[in-house]
């Protein structure tokens, strides 16, 4: 099982540009949570999806980002005309179900130049 | 929402000694608290969890504790060796079993020295 896959690990974008992150849930595993980790500070709840449906948005911020998970592919979060303030770690997790141990992936590091 | 606090920001111990990191949480409706250890640049790996049902628990070196009425949550890491090294992060999430909406507190660097 080649556990949570996130890319790319490192990203670069200008300001204004669009950053899109790509999750692929463990095997087996049909619940993804996106968290956000700025400099020196614990990870922040997004949002948790299922196959084809957003369950909980309420971390989301209310513009310019979005996240999906389709029926065949993997989960993207998608941040569009990025800021300065987006620069941080995007970790996502997969689970078995809402109860089970969530399995992170290695993150990817956005950076906003 | 939940709130969780979590002391020491750092913490430098010798190998041998023990390491106690502790929480606290706002919301009383959390009933799972699981604790994740983060080497640097890698993704954070649960390492103990514990439910409000119960009041410790022990994997080997480490343990965990609760105290629901205080509202606080302790790792303890005996024996620690240098590979302890690592940001550890507590984490709380709220009741009805669901353990996705976890809200973690800002780490605690641990630092264990030869």
């Known amino acids: 099982n080649a556990g949570v896959m996130q890319n790319p690990r490192h990203l670069v974008r200008r300001r204004g540009q669009e950053a899109r992150l790509r999750c692929s849930p463990m095997k087996g595993h049909s619940h993804v949570y996106w968290y956000r980790q700025l400099p020196e500070e614990g990870l922040k709840f997004m949002v948790y999806l299922q196959k084809e449906n957003i369950i909980d948005e309420s971390g989301m911020p209310k513009e310019r980002f979005s996240a999906e998970f389709p029926k065949e592919g993997p989960s993207i979060l998608r941040i569009q005309q990025v800021v300065r303030g987006d620069s941080a770690a995007y970790f996502c997790?997969?689970?078995?179900?809402?109860?089970?141990?969530?399995?992170f992936g290695q993150g990817t590091r956005l950076t906003v130049v | 929402g939940e709130n969780v606090e979590q002391h020491p920001s750092t913490l430098s111990v010798q190998e041998g000694d023990s390491a106690v990191i502790k929480c606290t949480y706002s919301?009383?409706?959390?009933?799972?608290f699981p604790w994740y250890k983060q080497e640097l640049g890698k993704r954070p790996q649960l390492i103990i969890d514990i439910r409000s049902n119960v009041g410790e628990k022990k994997d080997q070196r480490i343990a965990v504790t609760l105290n629901k009425t205080a509202k606080h949550f302790s790792l303890h890491i005996t024996e620690t060796q240098p590979e302890d090294s690592a940001v550890y992060f507590c984490?709380?999430?709220?009741?009805?079993?669901?353990?996705?909406?976890?809200?973690f507190g800002k780490g605690t660097l641990l630092t264990v020295n030869p």
């Open positions: 919301d009383s409706a959390s009933n799972y």
């Open positions: 997790a997969s689970s078995r179900d809402r109860v089970a141990e969530a399995f």
């Open positions: 984490a709380a999430s709220p009741s009805g079993g669901s353990n996705y909406k976890l809200t």
